[in-house]
């Protein structure tokens, strides 16, 4: 733990937290979806298998777990490669990618891939949501799991020496499996001797990130050092919203860029423009909550890649940023968002 002090671990070892910069902090650079597949209508079957081409491109942005093709982001290491140099180029210089066991890490290509475009990657521990654990997964104890999580940052990940630095994303339904119970437990044990960050997918339901924060205090989680996800589709009402923030972890808006006229995973929420949440994310600045900010993108499909149409992972530092400053956020709230808070988050105790 003395060696990560005051240190951010990236895939190609500790750095200096001041290396950091711009930061994007809920970003996916390889892996796959298929758990989240979703049967189209009847009379759309016909598109479920076929690739991604302009014909169909309108289709997959609004049915973007129907389309097979679109949930291997894992097939598109030299599509993800150019975006990562366009990152770079635009300003960005480390992105946190939050794919976990159970929906294909690759720490090998994650290494390659900041070798090959000098962007920083964090790689994250741990565990995803309930449907991706295994039988094994399920059956651990919490000591099994905080030793498997504690070891992917300290000695390496997946059989290799490429080692993690931060846990997370952290992935929980609603309601809280016992499994996932299990997880945050160990989570909360493994920061509590490592000092280090933990990144969280909360369920689909208001009361998700409450329960949660629950779960992790009472195992002796460190609130100042978690981020909620999400918080998008999670918490609209602005009292709630409020309350949530008042506990004191990271409020994560990570979702920019998704316009999607139909939630599948949850049909009574309307899923928010990129309008919408900056006006969220405004709101917080002006009631003093600008030091728990953070803004992503959470791509994690074929469609939000350039190659495709999408927006790709600069997006927000060329079109956020300025409609930010445009709509009365500040540079400096803009600068902590991208800068200051993933910094000081990114660095073990």
């Known amino acids: 733990m003395s060696a990560l002090s005051g240190k951010v671990q990236t895939v190609l070892g500790p750095i200096d937290p001041i290396l950091l910069g711009r930061t994007l902090t809920h970003e996916h650079l390889t892996m796959t979806f298929d758990l989240c597949y979703h049967p189209p209508p009847p009379d759309q079957e016909a598109l479920i298998h076929q690739p991604i081409e302009m014909k169909n491109r309108f289709w997959v942005q609004l049915n973007p777990y129907s389309c097979k093709d679109n ?7 030299e599509a993800v490669k150019e975006e990562l140099l366009h990152f ?5 210089g480390t992105i946190v990618e939050n794919t976990t066991t159970g929906i294909d890490r690759d720490v090998k290509t994650l290494k390659k891939l900041s070798q090959e475009t000098g962007v920083n990657i964090i790689s994250g521990a741990g565990f995803y949501v309930d449907a991706s654990h295994s039988k094994e997964t399920r059956s651990m104890s919490v000591e099994k799991l905080t030793g498997i ?3 992917e940052i300290l000695h390496g990940a997946d059989g290799t020496d490429i080692k993690c630095g931060v846990i997370g994303e952290i992935g929980t ?9 299990k997880v945050l437990q160990a989570t909360a044990y493994a920061q509590t001797q490592l000092g280090c960050p933990v990144i969280i997918h909360p369920g689909r339901h208001e009361l998700a990130p409450f329960e949660v924060v629950r779960i992790l205090q009472e195992a002796g989680g460190d609130l100042s050092k978690t981020v909620m996800s999400h918080m998008d589709r999670t918490i609209f009402e602005k009292e709630k919203l409020l309350e949530f923030a008042k506990l004191g972890s990271y409020v994560e808006y990570d979702l920019f860029g998704t316009e999607m006229l139909n939630y599948y995973f949850r049909p009574d929420v309307d899923m928010p ?16 909550y600008e030091d728990q900010l953070l803004i992503a993108h959470d791509v ?5 890649l350039t190659k495709y149409g999408g927006h790709g992972y600069s997006y927000i530092l060329e079109y956020i940023v300025p409609k930010m400053l445009t709509r009365g956020i500040s540079q400096s709230a803009v600068d902590k968002m991208l800068i ?5 988050w990114l660095t073990f105790k």
């Open 71 to 77: 949930l291997h982001l894992n097939q598109e290491t």
């Open 300 to 304: 994690h499909t074929k469609n939000r």
């Open 340 to 344: 200051k808070n993933p910094k000081k």
């Open 88 to 92: 770079k180029k635009a300003g960005g």
């Open 173 to 181: 339904s609603w309601p809280i499996t016992d499994s996932e119970k």
């Open 149 to 151: 999580i504690t070891d």
């Open 273 to 288: 423009c990129d309008n919408e949440r900056i006006q969220s994310v405004r709101f917080l600045v002006d009631e003093g």
